[in-house]
C-alpha cells in the first residue's frame, strides 16, 4: 500500500488549494478514504472522509463549507479543495485508508502553510 499526497504549499489567508493523495497497491475503489491534518503541538485530527463510491462524505464540524473531499476511483486519487484558507488551517495534511477510525495505512503527508 502506498499513498503520496502533493498539492502543499504556502498560500494567503483566503486562497485555495487542492491537495491530491494517489494510492498503489491496493483496490483503491475498495476503500473509503480521509484526509487529517496535524498542526505543530496539537493531535493529528480528521479533516474529511469520503465513502468507496463517492456517495457520503463526512467533514469535521468546524471546516465544512470550506473544505471538500472527493475521488476519482479511475486516476486511485482522492482530493481534498480548501477554500478560504485561515492561518489556523496550517498543518501536515495525510490521506488514509477508511473513513472512520481505526484508520488503515497512512501517506507521508504534505505541508500547508497559511501565511501571509
Known amino acids: 500500500v502506498q499513498l503520496v499526497e502533493s498539492g502543499g504549499g504556502l498560500v494567503q489567508p483566503g486562497g485555495s488549494l487542492r491537495l491530491s493523495c494517489a494510492a498503489s497497491?491496493?483496490?483503491?475503489?475498495?476503500?473509503?478514504m480521509s484526509w487529517h491534518r496535524q498542526a505543530p503541538g496539537k493531535e493529528r485530527e480528521l479533516v474529511a472522509g469520503i465513502t468507496r463510491a463517492g456517495g457520503l462524505t463526512n467533514y469535521a464540524a468546524s471546516l465544512k463549507g470550506r473544505f471538500t473531499i472527493s475521488r476519482d476511483n479511475a486516476k486511485n486519487t482522492v482530493y481534498l479543495q480548501m477554500n478560504s484558507l485561515k492561518p489556523e488551517d496550517t498543518a501536515i495534511y495525510y490521506c488514509a485508508t477508511g473513513r472512520m477510525s481505526p484508520f488503515g495505512s497512512w501517506g507521508q503527508g504534505t505541508q500547508v502553510t497559511v501565511s501571509w
Open positions: 497497491g491496493f483496490t483503491f475503489s475498495s476503500y473509503d
